[in-house]
């Protein structure tokens, strides 16, 4: 902790001096020694990847040459394959049983589905608009917002102690949803701001998310027995794959970040908070419990910004379109992780009035 404390003055100081490449590199020692520090303590354990996701930032933003491409092989080719094995990973942690779900929780689904295809992308088009973001980076805001539940909002669901049922059913149903909705709605919205070929979508999205989801699913089903080890081994491959991700996209889009950096991160943080409350207020207004209501503000905050990432892609638009899926990963991660940790720390009836941490600080 006390290296942390000194490399991140120090980072300050180059900055400051304007000495960006000394500070880029100091402040990704920062991140690296506070997450050395967190591995020591039990309950901080769980911030470690955040934390060195945050890390691989600062350096694909300090030395992006080396995440662009080896040799003549652009590294961007590898964000669709990288999505693929990690939705098939899903599919093979998944079974028949999680989509029955709805059958179960109609009305809980219904509200969360409903939250995440109508609230999500009208706020997103209205934080591209009020911010003033050039047409494609614009474009890659509404993408965002258009986007079927994150992956990691099943594990934040189980931290902060909320239906963990739900959450899964509510991510499986809206990527199910996905290949017609995210084209639909983007372009309705995100048309506004670049071409959008609706069939183009379809099949990118049954390609990256679907095909691979039902090829786990069928794994699961006839051969998960035969190779549990899978259930050890994807996980880690799938941290692993999401932040090769973030760290290409960060790598090609830098020089696009170094000029609107700041104001897309506030854009995405202001797009996940509105999201966030909304999700939450609106389940009660429904009449949904508040351990439902959690569950609901989780999936509705938490973006499958990797699905956004690999349609960027294959757009041929990774350094603009694809900013605001790779920013949006790590603010996510580190505010969600704060949450799920605040709410898992109380039960519901300790909790006066149930409100988010957000409206606290």
């Not at 890390?55 to 040799?71: E, K, R």
């Not at 990973?89 to 939250?115: E, F």
């Not at 998960?224 to 880690?236: F, L, N, T």
């Not at 692993?240 to 170094?258: E, F, K, Q, S």
């Amino acid at each position: 902790m006390v290296i942390a404390a000194i490399t991140f003055l120090i980072s300050i100081l180059f900055f400051l001096q304007n000495s960006y490449l000394n500070g880029g590199l100091t402040l990704s020692i920062f991140w690296l020694m506070l997450a050395i520090a967190f591995l020591q303590i039990e309950k901080l354990k769980k911030f470690v990847y955040t934390i060195l996701i945050l890390g691989a930032v600062s350096i694909s933003m300090t030395y992006p040459q080396y995440f662009v491409s080896i040799g003549d092989f652009q590294l961007k080719k590898l964000i669709v394959p990288l999505l693929q094995i990690i939705t098939f990973g899903v599919g093979c942690t998944m079974g028949w049983r999680d989509l029955r779900g709805a059958i179960k929780m109609p009305k809980a689904v219904l509200v969360g589905l409903m939250c995440q295809y109508i609230i999500m992308p009208i706020v997103a088009f209205g934080i591209a608009k009020l911010f003033g973001f050039p047409p494609e980076i614009a474009a890659g805001v509404v993408l965002v917002g258009c986007m079927p539940g994150g992956l990691a909002s099943n594990v934040m669901a189980f931290i902060a102690k909320a239906n963990v049922a739900l959450s899964v059913t509510i991510t499986a149903i809206s990527t199910l949803l996905a290949p017609l909705m995210t084209p639909l709605l983007m372009k309705l919205l995100g048309g506004q701001f670049v071409p959008i070929n609706f069939m183009d979508m379809f099949w990118e999205i049954l390609k990256i998310v679907i095909i691979p989801i039902f090829l786990g699913i069928f794994f699961y089903h006839f051969f998960h027995k035969k190779a549990s080890w899978i259930d050890r081994v994807m996980p880690k491959i799938s941290m692993a794959g999401i932040a090769c991700i973030i760290i290409i996209i960060t790598a090609a889009g830098r020089d696009n970040l170094v000029s609107i950096g700041l104001t897309l991160v506030f854009a995405m943080f202001l797009h996940m908070t509105i999201g966030f409350f909304l999700g939450y207020y609106g389940s009660l207004l429904f009449g949904l419990s508040k351990i439902n209501a959690r569950t609901v503000a989780i999936e509705v905050g938490m973006q499958n910004g990797g699905l956004a990432s690999g349609i960027a892609v294959q757009m041929g638009k990774i350094a603009t379109l694809g900013l605001a899926p790779a920013v949006n990963g790590p603010v996510m991660n580190t505010t969600f992780s704060l949450i799920a940790t605040w709410w898992g720390s109380k039960s519901v009836d300790e909790l006066k009035d149930d409100y988010p941490i957000l409206l606290k600080t």
